[in-house]
């Protein structure tokens, strides 16, 4: 009897030693840890103008192809102190990657370097810095965009005529660079002169008003050289309400969807494509980010648009 007591004891210590066995459905498989993404922030200047809200989506569309980025996009709210907190705000979230459309040059100038002393890699597009501390430019030629323009409307008035130009932000590089192009190719015509010039920040509305001061101060104005598309068509809604438009010739800058389709009505003469670079910006980018050397200058190609061509350019 006591033999039998002791393997009954026996096998009650091993099944509770033993414990419960887990049902198959509570046995949890391996957790495999996510793979780690690059994050890019990207500090966007502003999202009210068109060509940049294609910018954005252009950007969002080219690294949604790469499973290992995580784009952030930053709105810099047309403000220079906004923008430089989005990009501070980057370097202490230490981004893999900071790409930057600065509002102006000098303001975003100290914290494009502060990112890149930080080790942070820094793709500047559209517009520059004033510094070399940055991975890669990408950009169109905006001196030859506005020579383009100049000599555009050199053509179109046989050499002479008065001008309206219309620039944009004035600390911007392309406002600028546009207007020393454009000066430049129109300084061969001594009888074609700019008469009136003021800014409009690239937006439609303060455009409508610099035109309607213009069309108040001059009887006469045979063009109107507008530093983005949105401004000449401002300056096309003023004319309009004056029953002028039909007096001069206009033209912009971009290639906006809503500008090629007045090209092809007849209400805009002409504008020149300035590519935004968003996709390039992320395709370089992946390139720095794996170590690869990228040029310091990335120059991209424009386009000239007037009612012939614009029959094969969609626009944005």
Not at 50 to 73: T, V
Not at 99 to 113: D, F, G, K, Y
Not at 187 to 215: G, T
Not at 263 to 292: C, D, H, M
């Amino acid at each position: 009897m006591k033999k039998w007591a002791f393997i009954l004891i026996l096998v009650a210590g091993t099944f509770a030693c033993k414990g419960k066995e887990p049902a198959p459905e509570e046995v949890r498989k391996p957790q495999i840890p996510a793979a780690k993404k690059w994050v890019i922030g990207f500090s966007q200047c502003t999202f009210e103008d068109p060509w940049r809200i294609n910018m954005n989506k252009q950007m969002e569309e080219e690294a949604a192809k790469h499973p290992e980025l995580k784009l952030i996009i930053a709105n810099g709210e047309n403000k220079n102190a906004k923008q430089v907190a989005d990009v501070e705000n980057f370097i202490v979230k230490k981004v893999d990657l900071l790409i930057i459309s600065p509002r102006e040059a000098a303001p975003l100038t100290p914290a494009v370097e502060k990112a890149f002393d930080a080790g942070i890699p820094v793709i500047v597009l559209d517009r520059a810095i004033e510094s070399e501390k940055y991975t890669g430019f990408i950009g169109a030629s905006n001196l030859a965009i506005g020579a383009a323009a100049g000599q555009y409307l050199a053509q179109k008035l046989g050499g002479k005529g008065a001008i309206v130009e219309i620039e944009g932000i004035l600390g911007a590089t392309p406002t600028l660079e546009r207007r020393q192009g454009f000066h430049e190719a129109i300084a061969a015509y001594p009888e074609l002169k700019v008469i009136y010039q003021q800014p409009a920040d690239y937006k439609r509305s303060p455009a409508m008003q610099v035109m309607q001061n213009a069309l108040a101060a001059f009887p006469k104005i045979d063009a109107v050289y507008a530093h983005n598309d949105e401004m000449a068509i401002g300056a096309y809604l003023s004319a309009q309400a004056s029953a002028r438009e039909k007096q001069m010739i206009l033209v912009g800058i971009d290639g906006q969807g809503e500008a090629v389709k007045m090209i092809r009505a007849g209400s805009l003469q002409a504008t020149f494509v300035y590519p935004n670079g968003s996709a390039e910006a992320i395709q370089y980018g992946l390139k720095a980010l794996r170590g690869e050397t990228i040029p310091k200058q990335i120059v991209l190609t424009t386009t000239r648009v007037t009612k012939d061509e614009a029959l094969d350019y969609p626009g944005f």
